[in-house]
């Protein structure tokens, strides 16, 4: 896996902070050493004449990415404080500078103290944004309740997965990823069950490719996308125009938006990352999304997720995310969120790998492969039932980012 990021000096002097720094970056993937940083450029506060295309739409184009770190829900702490002070920012950015390079583990000795596959090496520490959310709707920035319907299913969820870890080392010590379950020697009886639904993340058997999640696949869990790691790469043509999102380990995916004033698809016709249609008011591109399928799950949602994006060029170095999220079936309101994007250089960025997803090519057969010789070796009497090893928890050991 490699993260690219272009550099690019911040020029813009007015902006909502006047202060530009370098990105701290944690030690990166596997054996890669090369650090890499990225300046950050202010947000605009002013309107600017819009950038044009050559046919005279707003000019979108070009490769960005979000430079600092903002939580997608605000802190109970910061109640209705929708920006942080200077001092608060620098409070955060000190805290979290100090993950860098720290190993916190697990009960050494332990099967997770073992399987921990990542320390704070693996972790990009990025700059703290200006607001304490990206939610700015609710103005309490937080994710609206769910419905009693939603609430049922995200229980029976994890209901189920607590079950399958029932007869591990992980429940038995009261380790934070068996919290609400509880220990039990004899494995369970659901085992060979099928999930409440349609399993989009990992779990404590590997039966088959679907019982990984989505990232063990090489899949991603598509819109709306507001990964911490990667970039935006917008390319406009008078009919249409095209995303390609740069995330998660090779998990890079291309989106089309169609721009003919066509009406979405039949509601029988599903896509992973939905039917984009989109138009433009004024100087924003404005895009309905709906049609997802009901195997992909944002927060819960899933076939029946609406969203409503607005992309606004507000200056030359810089891009206004808005997304307007709703599901009647999951939230009782809908909510928004926001981002804004820096541009990065098309020079310094011209040369692009194809993402490769080492994740599903080898990892997930050498899941499935390794998971038989164990239930091979217990069936002739050579080893632990493999159900009582967990497989599943993940990130055991990694420090909390007080920003999170």
């Known amino acids: 896996m490699k993260i690219r990021c272009g550099n690019e ?3 813009k002097k007015k902006a909502m902070r006047k202060r530009s720094s370098r990105f701290l970056i944690g030690a990166a993937i596997t054996a890669a050493t090369a650090g890499m940083a990225v300046s950050v450029s202010g947000l605009a506060q002013t309107e ?17 990415t979000d430079e600092t770190a903002t939580p997608m829900q605000r802190s109970p702490k910061y109640a209705n404080q929708e920006f942080f002070t200077e001092a608060q920012r620098a409070e955060l950015d000190k805290a979290r500078s100090e993950l860098l390079g720290r190993d916190r583990r697990v009960e050494r000795g332990t099967e997770l103290d073992v399987a921990g596959a990542y320390n704070g090496q693996f972790a990009s520490i990025k700059r703290t944004g200006a607001r304490t959310s990206m939610i700015v709707d609710p103005t309490n920035g937080r994710i609206p309740p769910m419905t009693p319907e939603a609430q049922k299913m995200a229980a029976a969820e994890r209901e189920f997965r607590l079950a399958l870890l029932q007869s591990t080392e992980t429940c038995k010590n009261k380790s934070v990823g068996c919290s ?13 069950d099928l999930p409440p639904r349609y399993n989009i993340a990992r779990m404590n058997r590997f039966d088959g490719p ?22 935006r790469r917008i390319v406009q043509t008078q009919s249409g125009i095209s995303m390609f999102y740069d995330v998660g380990q090779g998990q890079g995916w291309q989106r089309n938006i169609v721009m003919n004033g066509s009406p979405h698809l ?18 924003t591109l404005v895009i309905d999304v709906t049609n997802f399928s009901p195997k992909t799950d944002f927060q819960g949602s899933r076939e029946n997720l609406h969203l409503v994006e607005r992309w606004t060029r507000t200056g030359p170095t810089t891009l206004e995310y808005a997304v307007t999220i ?19 250089s098309d020079q310094q960025n011209r040369i692009y790998y194809e993402p490769r997803c080492n994740e599903g090519n080898y990892g997930l057969p050498g899941l499935m492969h390794g998971l038989r010789a164990q239930e091979a070796d217990f069936a002739a009497g050579k080893g632990a039932n493999p159900a009582t090893h967990d497989i599943a928890t993940d990130f055991v050991g990694v420090e909390d980012d007080p920003l999170q």
Do not use: M
């Open 9 to 11: 000096s911040a020029k």
């Open 48 to 64: 600017t004449p819009a950038l044009k295309t050559p046919w005279g739409e707003p000019d979108l184009q070009g490769i960005w």
């Open 180 to 192: 609400g379950g509880k220990y039990d020697p004899k494995p369970s009886s659901r085992r060979a």
């Open 210 to 231: 679907e019982d990984g999640a989505l990232a063990d696949r090489c899949l991603t869990a598509g819109l709306p996308e507001f990964g911490a790691i990667g970039f």
């Open 266 to 283: 039949p509601a029988n016709i599903r896509q992973w990352y939905g039917d984009s249609r989109g138009h433009w008011e004024g100087n």
């Open 326 to 344: 709703e599901d009647p079936t999951v939230w009782t309101r809908s909510w928004t969120v926001k981002q804004e994007f820096t541009k990065q």
